[in-house]
């Protein structure tokens, strides 16, 4: 019998596909769990797969690699979708394609299958990653296909002793992963109102935040978080206390009204403490240790960047060439950030780096200048040349120049 390797969640639409896969395609379902630090019940879900009639059903820890190679890269560039969004999502879904791809390998599966719905970015974000890594590979994608409505998959359930989870009641559907949080439907369809309290999970309140504000040291080696106030952390745990800390703190919600790839806007809540305070501090060591010039190219190179994992090219060649570029832009961004958080923001209030491009000696207004003012003379003097030369020829005329005519002037 061919099999197919399915993204398995455990939740109503991946367990009903385990059953109508099997029913319209034939194929025996392994199911696959990765954790990428949602804090489910791992065992308990593998169970789950395996009663409602997976042939196997496997879990794998994925988190490290998810850091590693996923979410560390995209802080080092600086990606951040339409200047709101961290991409929790968007960078977790190029991992689960390709572990999906590998143990179909190591299954010898035709095929592999996920669960999402034909109107999101993941199907392709999964779709894509999925055929740039093995273009043999059948994709199979239930909740796309079978156009069952939300009631009708119910009873599909029911009628097949599919245990339905308590979730299918919450109003909201969410994705977690160490990166970050995302809560959508329900109340929050309406782009006006405000989210309720019950969708935020990570993070407290401003208002319920602490009265006392609260410092911390986030280290970097080569644009890498490696150490928070003074002590080594492996990247998993520094994620998750920065979730902690910051989140304790009120910081990280993020409420945007997106454009997804397939043209829908669609307004989206998120919680990432540890992504918005790391990209905070992260950019703070840049600006410390990046010429005006890397900067500034870095920025379009960060946008573009952004845009790709959002729209699922993460395996494409192009992200590789500019991965290159910031992996090189790195490798001085290494020193220490010290942030003050607080009712719900997180504030810069230092950094320092053995690399610095930032001088006291040129910097400052005090003794110990050794900045030569007369210097900017000639500097000047050669700098506004072209406009001196266009200004004396072209400029002088009326209508010629960027000027307001003031008023009462005669012409
Ligand atoms: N809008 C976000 C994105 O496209 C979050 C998607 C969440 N996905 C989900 N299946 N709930 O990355």
Partial sequence: MDTVVLAYSGGLDTSVAIKWIKEKYNLDVIALTIDLGSERNLPEIRQRALNVGAIDAKVVDGRDIFVKHFAFPALQAGAIYEKEYPLATAVGRPLIAKLLVDVAHEYGAKAVAH??????????????????????????????????????????????????????DSPYSTDVNLWGRSIEAGILEDPWVEPPAEVWLWTKSPEQSPNNPQYIEIEFEKGLPV???????????????????????????????ENRLIGIKSREIYEAPAAVVLHQA??????MTLSRDQARFKNLISSQIAEMIYNGLWFSALHQDLRAFVESSQRHVTGTVRLKFYK?????????????????????????????????????????????????????????NYLPQLEGREE
């Fill in 282 to 287: 992260h950019q703070a060591l840049e600006d």
């Fill in 227 to 257: 150490a928070l106030d003074g002590e080594a952390m492996d990247g998993v745990k520094l994620i998750q206390h920065l979730n902690d800390v910051a989140g304790e703190h009120g910081i990280g919600r993020i409420d945007h009204v």
């Fill in 344 to 400: 719900g923001t997180s504030m810069i209030v230092g950094r320092k780096s053995p690399k610095s491009l930032y001088q006291y000696e040129l910097a400052t207004y005090d003794k110990g200048d050794t900045f030569d003012q007369d210097a900017s003379l000639g500097f000047i003097k050669l700098y506004g040349l072209p406009l001196r030369t266009q200004a004396t020829i072209q400029m002088l005329g009326p209508g010629e």
């Fill in 115 to 168: 669960g999402c719905t034909g109107k999101g970015n993941d199907q392709v974000r999964l779709d894509v990653s999925v055929q740039a890594l093995d273009p043999q590979l059948q994709i199979i994608a239930p909740v796309r296909e079978w156009k069952m409505s939300r009631p009708e998959e119910i009873e599909y359930a029911r009628q097949n002793n599919i245990p339905i989870p308590a979730t299918v």
